[in-house]
T-cell receptor, first 117, second 112 residues
Framework: GAVVSQHPSRVICKSGTSVKIECRSLDFQATTMFWYRQFPKQSLMLMATSNEGSKATYEQGVEKDKFLINHASLTLSTLTVTSAHPEDSSFYIC?????????????FGPGTRLTVL | GENVEQHPSTLSVQEGDSAVIKCTYSDSASNYFPWYKQELGKGPQLIIDIRSNVGEKKDQRIAVTLNKTAKHFSLHITETQPEDSAVYFCAASAGNFNKFYFGSGTKLNVKP
């Protein structure tokens, strides 16, 4: 149980284009999901908190107009990187809290490797 | 806000030896402390966690200890195997759907 998927696993795009990454909780409902960014050999950097049915909460320094987050259902959150540039190349990981049971545990997706040419 | 520090950044052990990774935290409101294992190119996987009402928890070869007074917690892996080689992250949270604060990670290398 508690499986989180991400799609795509890898994506290569040209500068100036937009890329959408999906995060799904497969066997549980998730009111709250998180999006992280990870650079090589570094820790996870929280970008934003995604709440179903409301606007995302962005961490300081993260451009909300560049990283659009939509949490339209209890099992799906999407991250859209708009007007991508090479510096946006990174490993993006989502996580989800099961809605039931007052959960303390976040379950992570497998990550999406974004390369912007 | 919370600050989590993790040591060491790299750790090499011989297969069969034990490995210990330590973390400290700063916010006394934190009450949930998970440990994640991340293999190259993959997402973090929860391996063990502990809540502040418990001092120690064990799951086969893996154990976690928590000292609330000193605000530190540790991961202990016994009888290490090559497949334990990965990056390990500790985290702290106030629980109840709050965000996690991660340590900087420890790269564990288990030599056969």
């Amino acid at each position: 149980g508690a499986v989180v998927s991400q799609h795509p696993s890898r994506v290569i795009c040209k500068s100036g284009t937009s890329v959408k990454i999906e995060c799904r909780s497969l066997d549980f409902q998730a009111t709250t999901m998180f999006w992280y960014r990870q650079f090589p050999k570094q820790s996870l950097m929280l970008m934003a908190t995604s709440n179903e049915g409301s606007k995302a909460t962005y961490e300081q320094g993260v451009e909300k107009d560049k990283f659009l987050i939509n949490h339209a259902s209890l099992t799906l959150s999407t991250l859209t990187v708009t007007s991508a540039h090479p510096e946006d190349s990174s490993f993006y990981i989502c996580s989800a809290y099961p809605s039931s049971g007052g959960s303390d545990t976040q379950y992570f997706g497998p990550g999406t490797r974004l390369t912007v040419l | 806000g919370e600050n989590v520090e993790q040591h060491p950044s790299t750790l090499s052990v011989q297969e069969g030896d034990s490995a210990v990774i330590k973390c400290t935290y700063s916010d006394s409101a934190s009450n949930y402390f998970p440990w994640y294992k991340q293999e190259l190119g993959k997402g973090p996987q929860l391996i063990i966690d502990i809540r502040s009402n418990v001092g120690e928890k064990k799951d086969q070869r893996i154990a976690v200890t928590l000292n609330k007074t000193a605000k530190h917690f540790s991961l202990h892996i016994t009888e290490t195997q090559p497949e334990d080689s990965a990056v390990y992250f500790c985290a702290a949270s106030a629980g109840n759907f709050n965000k996690f604060y991660f340590g900087s990670g420890t790269k564990l290398n288990v030599k056969p």
